[in-house]
């Protein structure tokens, strides 16, 4: 149990266009979603957190206009990379937590996507 | 305020010996530790958690954990390593007190483990 899909697992895109990056948790429901970015040989990155149908909270220095994230359903929360510039390359990956006091509050993670803008 | 200390950046060990992956943490409230195990280019994997109850803390894999509270101590432990262990490892805490439900990720300790 408690799994967390993300799609696509890898995008490359030109620079200057959107990418959407969609996370679901398969098996639970997820109150809570958080996005990471991750650098190579780095930990990683808290970018935002996002409950169910409220807006995302951004992490100092994350531009919130330029990642742009919907948390729309318990089961699906999308980052979407807008305009992306190649700084904007990284390995992004998001989390899901569920309810709290059940089996399923542990952060539980998606196998990442690595995003290449040209 | 809550962190966590990975103090290794690599640990090397030869397969079949018993491997430790040290973490140290701090928070004002309860702890809840977390390890994750990531592989290249891949999410990170929960291995296991401390909430409360029995100190040796037993996840995936073969796996554990010991928490030593007087130590502020989450030591990732296994008796006999494998090469297909070898990978990212990531020790997580939060407050468990109410504080800050976001966890404090390490900045990770890669193993390496040799045949």
């Known amino acids: 149990g408690a799994v967390v899909s993300q799609h696509p697992s890898r995008v490359i895109c030109k620079s200057g266009t959107s990418v959407k990056i969609e996370c679901r948790s398969l098996d639970f429901q997820a109150t809570t979603m958080f996005w990471y970015r991750q650098f190579p040989k780095q930990s990683l990155m808290l970018m935002a957190t996002?409950?169910?149908?409220?807006?995302?909270?951004?992490e100092q220095g994350v531009e919130k206009d330029k990642f742009l994230i919907n948390h729309a359903s318990l089961t699906l929360s999308t980052l979407t990379v807008t305009s992306a510039h190649p700084e904007d390359s990284s390995f992004y990956i998001c989390?899901?937590?569920?309810?709290?006091?059940?089996?399923?509050?542990?952060?539980?993670f998606g196998p990442g996507t690595r995003l290449t803008v040209l | 305020a809550q962190s966590v200390a990975q103090p290794e950046d690599q640990v090397n060990v030869a397969e079949g010996n018993p491997l430790t992956v040290k973490c140290t943490y701090s928070?004002?409230?309860?702890?809840?530790l977390f390890w994750y195990v990531q592989y290249p280019n891949r999410g990170l994997q929960f291995l296991l958690k401390?909430?409360?109850?029995?100190?040796l803390v037993k996840g995936s894999y073969g796996f554990e954990a010991e928490f030593n509270k007087s130590q502020t101590s989450f030591h990732l432990k296994k008796p006999s390593a494998l090469v297909s262990d070898s990978a990212l490892y990531f020790c997580?805490?939060?407050?468990?007190?109410?504080?800050?439900?976001?966890?404090?990720f390490g900045r990770g300790t890669s193993l390496i483990v040799h045949p």
């Open positions: 989390s899901a937590r569920g309810l709290a006091g059940t089996s399923t509050d542990t952060q539980y």
């Open positions: 996002s409950n169910e149908g409220s807006k995302a909270t951004y």
């Open positions: 928070v004002s409230g309860n702890p809840y």
């Open positions: 997580a805490v939060r407050d468990g007190s109410g504080g800050s439900y976001i966890p404090t």
């Open positions: 401390y909430i409360t109850g029995d100190n």
